[in-house]
């Protein structure tokens, strides 16, 4: 399994950006993905998810209305549009799978990341 | 401020156990299970238990994970230098429609 982000970079305040993790070594359209980020030294933040065929996504309250995920099944792709960025958008934005068995889920891979840095 | 709550870090000698608590409430972890992840700064994350106390393919024994109620723990037995990692906890929450986090506990091996 390998997921890799990409998208990430410098952009200012009240801008948009596009993040996408490019998918590998399983069935990507049997799975639902997430976004997490992190502000580098602090802890995770959850911020969507899709599931398999992108009927269904899930935001943080933080990036409800600005961000949005989607994806790509037939090029095994994953993508967050992120609009009307602020200073606490500022984070290592990682991909990641969605695993499950019964009641229990779990996220069981996750990409290096992608760095966004909004700054004017 | 994290949804879950752990200690921000805990330290061992070589060879000893070590505990990692993570504190949640009914809608994450009292109603869901808990997944543990190891984490090294720069690296992918990396799970190391799920379902509350499933190991992965590949993960040592030495790693155990248990919960009741609302609250988890992972512990570490036979620690080693190598288990120097950041260490965080995670758990669906149903009143978030999304995943929970704990805040990282930094283990240290004297």
């Known amino acids: 399994v390998q997921l890799v982000e990409s998208g990430g970079g410098v952009v200012q305040p009240g801008g948009s950006l596009r993040l996408s993790c490019a998918a590998s070594g399983f069935i990507f359209d049997d799975y639902t993905m997430h976004w997490v980020r992190q502000v580098p030294g602090k802890s995770l933040e959850w911020v969507s998810l899709?599931?398999?065929?992108?009927?269904?996504?899930y935001y943080a309250h933080s990036v409800r209305g600005r961000f949005t995920i989607a994806r790509d099944n037939r090029k095994n792709s994953l993508f967050l549009q992120m609009n009307s960025l602020t200073t606490d958008d500022s984070a290592l934005y990682y991909c990641?799978?969605?695993?499950?068995?019964?009641?229990?889920?779990?996220?069981?891979?996750w990409g290096q990341g992608t760095l966004v840095t909004v700054s004017s | 401020q994290s949804v879950l709550t752990q200690a921000p870090s805990v330290s061992g000698t070589p060879g000893q156990r070590v505990t990692i608590s993570c504190s949640g409430s009914?809608?994450?972890?009292?109603?869901?299970?808990v997944n543990w992840y190891h984490h090294l700064p720069g690296t992918a994350p990396k799970l190391l238990m799920y379902?509350?106390?499933q190991r992965p393919s590949g993960v040592t024994d030495r790693f155990s994970g248990s919960k009741s109620g609302s609250s988890a723990t992972l512990a570490i037995s036979g620690l080693r230098s190598e288990d120097e990692a950041d260490y965080f906890c995670a758990a669906w929450d149903d009143s978030l429609n999304g995943v929970a986090f704990g805040g990282g506990t930094k283990v240290t091996v004297l």
């Open positions: 379902s509350s106390n």
């Open positions: 009914n809608s994450n972890i009292g109603s869901n299970s």
């Open positions: 899709i599931n398999w065929n992108g009927g269904n996504t």
């Open positions: 990641a799978r969605d695993n499950h068995s019964g009641y229990d889920r779990w996220i069981d891979y």
